[in-house]
């Protein structure tokens, strides 16, 4: 062999050797090389009626639950059609999936959402991420009537929102929420995915104007606020952690407290009665992307809670370890009280309605 062909070779050598490198990474990364086993001490059912349940709000005051629906199947398909606000009454045996979206916006596509409650006067607001057909998101505001029935107030738009994933609701108007990705192009999103950038960011509106709070994240996705307003957390899914900020109730702003590692791709957050974080995830996110384009295909599933320490730690319980057999990417797991859970998910046509043993 002269040596061009030894050149070639070599070259052809290192070529697979660093694309060889790069397929471990991304498969490390994403947590495909743990073994997955069912596990958790629970009794679950399915509740119907419910197609890509993706976040869900719970009112404890009326033991009632606010979901997330839409068919991200269809949309993907080209066939959209308008999601909706489902309501369910805990109280109900068993529960029901009621409508509650009035007919406006005619676009209707919620993604994350959050229930804030008036501490003086008792009122409510549903704060709904809303994709619209034209490619371009915004933030609707839902007023709460008595019998959980929702009336639109408006909407909030504006550039900061570049790729709205979730949204937490901190006063009648005001509302900080995560952009997922920070690139406008398909193949910037895909860098940001795989390469895991971090160039996702979290906004917050004023009530007036958005600022951007945080940036550098890697696939900003779930967000909540303490009781006490005074922490806020976000979930980086590609990341694999939580993070958490100490909040400025007056200014919004935020500082950064740290990152507490979790063994799955999180998705939302819910915040307990306790003040735990119950926060559901893609434990395979390679799992979740092949079952994104084919539901023949589980995605393990997994709940955690999350417990606040003194010192600010947040020491990790897990509630549920699932195949994908009973619920393929788990997207939500909300406390509804007394050992009792709601996990909802980015495409099943079902919720599980939980209880710990």
């Known amino acids: 062999m002269n040596k061009w062909g030894r050149r070639l070779v070599i070259s052809g ?33 399915a509740i119907g009626g419910v197609v890509g349940a993706e976040d869900i709000a719970i009112d404890p005051a009326h033991k009632r639950a606010f979901v997330s629906v839409d068919d991200r199947r269809a949309t993907m398909a080209g066939r959209a059609v308008r999601g909706r606000i489902a309501l369910l009454d805990l109280t109900a045996e068993p529960p029901v999936a009621v409508e509650v979206s009035p007919a406006q916006p005619e676009t209707l596509h919620p993604h994350g959402i959050s229930l804030w409650t008036d501490p003086a006067s008792g009122e409510q607001t549903l704060f709904v991420v ?48 995560t952009n997922d990705h920070g690139s406008t192009t398909g193949l910037g999103r ?15 509106f004023d009530g007036t ?4 709070v945080a940036e550098g994240l ?6 909540n606020v303490s009781a006490d307003g005074k922490r806020l957390y976000a979930t980086e899914t590609t990341g694999f952690d939580v993070v958490a900020y100490a909040r400025d109730p007056d200014s919004g702003g935020l500082s950064l407290l740290g990152r507490t590692s979790l063994p799955n791709g999180p998705d939302n957050i819910d915040m307990g009665a306790d003040g735990s974080l119950w926060i559901a995830g893609h434990p395979h996110l390679l799992d979740f992307v092949e079952h994104a384009g084919d539901p023949a295909k589980p995605s393990p599933s997994e709940v955690l809670r999350l417990i606040p320490a003194a010192d600010g730690t947040l020491a990790i319980e897990t509630v549920l370890t699932d195949k994908g057999e009973m619920l393929s990417g788990s997207s939500v797991a909300a406390d509804a009280g007394g050992g009792r859970f709601l996990v909802g998910s980015v495409f099943e046509e079902k919720i599980l309605d939980c209880r710990r043993r």
Do not use: M, W
């Open 130 to 177: 809303n994709h619209l057909d034209s490619g371009i998101s915004r933030v609707e505001l839902f007023t709460v009537g008595a019998d959980g029935k929702l009336a639109h107030k408006g909407g909030i738009i504006g550039a900061e929102l570049l790729s709205p994933n979730d949204i937490v609701g901190v006063g009648p108007n005001r509302f900080y929420a």
């Open 13 to 45: 050598a290192i070529f697979f050797a660093v694309c060889a490198g790069a397929v471990a990474y991304v498969y490390v990364k994403a947590g495909q090389f743990r073994g997955i086993e069912n596990a958790g001490q629970v009794t679950c059912r």
């Open 218 to 223: 890697q696939y900003a996705n779930g967000i």
């Open 190 to 204: 895909l860098a940001e995915d795989y390469l895991q950038l971090p160039r996702a960011d979290i906004v917050y």
């Open 209 to 212: 104007r958005f600022r951007r």
